[in-house]
């Protein structure tokens, strides 16, 4: 983790232990030990000290913390209500981040569409997804938790003799009550890379 990245997560680290929210075991929702709150994010075993945050003992991107430590400050005890599936520009404030979301989390899918089709499974539990019944088209869709309120619906339409492959990403319909509406294009871009990583074989599942 870069030393800029660290502190941002150190400063959030002490804001959350500071006042720490007598209820925020049952809102991440985690298991408690002490200090130690111990969750799922972005497909690894995570754990919150006052210390830090791991993701089990592997490397990961520096910006994990950040929006690990965002979640956790921000999360409120609401549930996560995944319908009705809400685009990213329909959340309040994205127009700044919708082109980057678009090409970051949905484009950089687009020339691995047949890839991901054939490791759905292999996705999707790794997410603790699902696979999704596809009401708007699509010709497969899947459900993935990168963070434990946080639900993003990918759906995916392979490459056609009249239409080129694409695809969409919708989240849950109240994210943005648990993560900044930048951390949630974030959260789209990095669960995306991480689908590449697994279909390429660089992440075991």
């Given at each position: 983790m870069t030393d800029n990245y660290a502190k941002i997560v150190q400063q959030n680290l002490q804001k959350l232990y500071t006042k720490l929210f007598p209820d925020l075991e049952r809102n991440l929702p985690a298991h408690r030990d002490d200090q130690e709150f111990v969750f799922n994010a972005f497909g690894e075993q995570c754990t919150i000290t006052p210390q830090g945050i791991t993701l089990e003992d592997r490397e990961y991107p520096a910006i994990h913390g950040i929006l690990i430590s965002l979640y956790a400050l921000n999360v409120t005890p609401d549930i996560c209500l995944l319908f009705p599936f809400k685009s990213f520009r329909e959340f309040p404030d994205s127009m700044p981040y919708v082109g980057a979301f678009s090409t970051h989390t949905e484009q950089l899918l687009v020339p691995h569409v047949s890839e991901i089709g054939e490791s759905a499974a292999l996705i999707t539990q790794y997410f603790?997804?699902?696979?999704?019944?596809?009401?708007?088209?699509?010709?497969?869709?899947f459900t993935l938790f990168p963070l434990p309120k946080i639900a993003l619906c990918y759906i995916f339409y392979e490459a056609d003799e009249d239409f080129p492959a694409s695809v969409t990403c919708l989240f849950s319909n109240n994210a943005n009550q648990f993560l900044p509406i930048d951390g949630l294009a974030d959260v789209g871009e990095y669960t995306s890379r991480k689908i590449v990583d697994l279909i390429s074989g660089a992440v075991k599942g």
């Open positions: 603790n997804g699902e696979d999704v019944a596809v009401q708007a088209g699509g010709d497969f869709a």
